[in-house]
T-cell receptor
């Protein structure tokens, strides 16, 4: 069973600061199948990053993804007010086929 | 423009069967590499993947569903249906459908708005 552990659970930062969110897998993953999502209250998730480091359509370049094996990172270079939200990582191809992390809440300090 | 929308009852009783329909536009589920999946989110909790139907008629399920869920597709109607049997209050959640494609590493590219299903007597 592939388990994704996201840290920290909550990240308190100010607009303009840099955010670093971590996603650690219980076993090695293919970078081709690691994605990140943003979810705001009352909204559906939005795909930010796919294949570990590729930005989805329309995603600003302040969002970047990196990592391989068991350690993956989502970085927001300079926080905008609209970036404060919940973030999930997700893997494909393991067992179960899809797994989501438990989420990181990015809140305004 | 790709859109997906979930529809179905909002309140069901325990032990009943629930059928949710995802109606989509802007892509075809007969195109190579395409899939439509279902994901749910209990109130205040994380996302949980449930099932996926692929362009080639392959279907996969979460092993935690204990065979209660069935996914079917109707390519001509641009619909994917999720049927859930023997519902329990723990199945109360917002249910989303989303499309995926191999070119996107099978991440869920576009999501429907979600539909809140409450299981209560």
């Amino acid at each position: 069973e592939v388990v994704l552990t996201q840290s920290p659970g909550t990240l308190s930062l100010s607009p303009g600061e840099r955010a670093t969110l971590s996603c650690r897998a219980s076993q090695s993953l293919s970078s081709d199948y690691l994605a990140w999502y943003q979810q705001k209250p009352g909204q559906a998730p939005r795909l930010l990053i796919y294949a570990a480091s590729n930005r989805a359509t329309g995603i600003p370049d302040r969002f970047s993804g990196s990592g391989s094996g068991t350690d993956f990172t989502l970085t927001i270079s300079r926080l905008e007010p609209e970036d404060f939200a919940l973030y999930y990582c997700q893997q494909y191809g393991g067992s179960p086929l899809y797994t989501f992390g438990q989420g990181t809440k990015l809140e305004i300090k | 423009q790709i859109t997906l929308k979930e529809s179905g009852p909002t309140v069901v009783k325990p032990t009943q069967t629930l059928t949710l329909t995802c109606t989509f536009s802007g892509f075809s589920l007969s195109t190579h590499g395409v899939g439509v999946g279902w994901i749910r989110q209990p109130p205040g909790k994380a996302l949980e993947w449930l099932a996926i139907a692929y362009w080639d008629s392959d279907k996969r399920y979460s092993p935690y569903l204990k065979s209660r869920f069935t996914i079917t597709k109707d390519t001509s109607k641009n619909q994917v249906v999720l049927t859930m049997t023997n519902l329990d209050p723990m199945d109360t959640a917002t249910y989303y459908c989303a499309n995926t494609h191999r070119a996107f590493g099978y991440g869920f590219i576009k999501w429907g708005q979600g539909t809140l299903v409450t299981v209560s007597s």
